[in-house]
């Protein structure tokens, strides 16, 4: 997902590149994240609040109620760093971030 847009660049399924949803069928590649800007609101409060640099925020989109924070890990798993083919160190780096 493009941080900047919301749009969905690439997609992955057991290592494979998709570019339509598995179960439906719909395509993937530039849809839009509803609520982008309030997911990336969430995402950004959770490694604060609980007292980490970074983590990783699962976040569902709810037909009701909006983006929902699900879970919040200290340790993320690496398979985004797969999908954006660009390391952690990089992405914080371009994001202002500066870390040793």
Not at 2 to 31: C, Y
């Given at each position: 997902?493009?941080?900047?847009?919301?749009?969905?660049?690439?997609?992955?399924?057991?290592?494979?590149?998709?570019?339509?949803?598995?179960?439906?069928?719909?395509?993937?590649?530039?849809?839009q994240v509803p609520h982008?800007?309030?997911?990336?609101?969430?995402?950004?409060?959770?490694?604060p609040a609980i007292g980490?640099?970074?983590?990783?925020?699962?976040?569902?989109?709810?037909?009701?109620?909006?983006?929902?924070?699900?879970?919040?890990?200290?340790?993320?798993?690496?398979?985004?760093?797969?999908?954006?083919?660009?390391?952690?160190?990089?992405?914080?780096?371009?994001?202002?971030?500066?870390?040793?």
């Amino acid at each position: 997902v493009s941080l900047e847009t919301g749009r969905i660049t690439r997609a992955l399924v057991k290592g494979q590149e998709i570019t339509h949803h598995p179960d439906t069928g719909k395509n993937l590649i530039g849809f839009q994240v509803p609520h982008w800007d309030r997911v990336l609101e969430l995402a950004g409060k959770c490694g604060p609040a609980i007292g980490l640099g970074y983590s990783g925020s699962d976040i569902v989109l709810d037909v009701n109620d909006g983006p929902l924070i699900i879970e919040v890990n200290a340790h993320p798993g690496i398979e985004i760093q797969n999908i954006n083919q660009e390391g952690l160190k990089a992405r914080m780096h371009a994001a202002g971030e500066d870390f040793k």
